[in-house]
């Protein structure tokens, strides 16, 4: 990929934007009429998860069910239901999101990591056309506990619930990835602790390094602060040369 001084290429971002389309539907047309300016230098992802190169953007204008889902998820923690009424389509979802934080709050990290994949992952798997009837919709975690979800539901409460724990924005990240074994786009929590990527997988109910896993090639993961475009790292042979560009 080239770069002049911080920015992507035209022909850069629009092979961004066709390939973030088709795994999560964007505003295609702001990256490829200047959202990229924002775009910084390319780094090795610190930690790097995935063997990926990654670059960022602090724009998070292209990823907007992601900040939907943000805005949403405020407006039910500080709202309210009317003086002296109940919501009752809303007590259960979010009485067990209350408890499920409140237990995870005093755990260690890896504890906190292992009982907020074990809980979460017990919840149903239902596609968004059952759901919702729309190809892909993002839920906040009382949708999801009380509707049941997909892959990105599964990572946005497992990042949400952490955020609530304790964790910081810059230790947590939802990366949209390609399952190589089984053709399909799926989503995945990263959790940065002790120096490692840890891998929080609604597959997987094991909480394990992201350097053992070699079937996700990630396209792009995002925080409340960014988000990042990912590239495969350069293979190194023997001696830990790279193979010259052509």
Aim: hydrophobic residues 45%.
């Amino acid at each position: 990929m080239h770069v002049a001084q911080g920015l992507l290429r035209r022909p850069a971002m629009a092979a961004l934007a066709a390939a973030l389309s088709t795994v999560l539907p964007l505003p295609v047309a702001a990256l490829n009429e200047g959202a990229g300016r924002s775009w910084e230098q390319p780094t090795a992802a610190d930690p790097s998860f995935f063997a990926s190169i990654e670059t960022r953007s602090a724009d998070l204008t292209p990823v907007a069910k992601w900040r939907a889902v943000l805005d949403r998820y405020t407006s039910d923690r500080t709202g309210a239901c009317p003086a002296g009424t109940v919501c009752p389509e809303r007590a259960w979802p979010e009485r067990a999101w209350s408890e499920l934080v409140a237990a995870l709050r005093p755990l260690a990290p890896t504890a906190q990591l292992q009982r907020v994949t074990a809980a979460l992952n017990a919840t149903a798997y239902v596609t968004d056309r059952a759901n919702w009837g729309v190809s892909d919709y993002w839920q906040t975690p009382a949708e999801f506990i009380g509707r049941g979800g997909d892959c990105e539901d599964f990572a946005i409460a497992k990042y949400l619930a952490l955020r609530e724990a304790g964790w910081t924005a810059e230790d947590l990240r939802i990366a949209v990835v390609t399952d190589e074994r089984r053709d399909v786009a799926h989503a995945v929590l990263i959790a940065s602790h002790a120096g490692k990527a840890l891998v929080l997988d609604n597959l997987n109910d094991d909480v394990i390094e992201a350097r053992a896993v070699h079937h996700y090639r990630p396209v792009f993961s995002v925080s409340e602060t960014a988000w990042w475009w990912h590239r495969p790292a350069p293979v190194r042979h023997a001696g830990g040369a790279t193979p010259a560009s052509r």
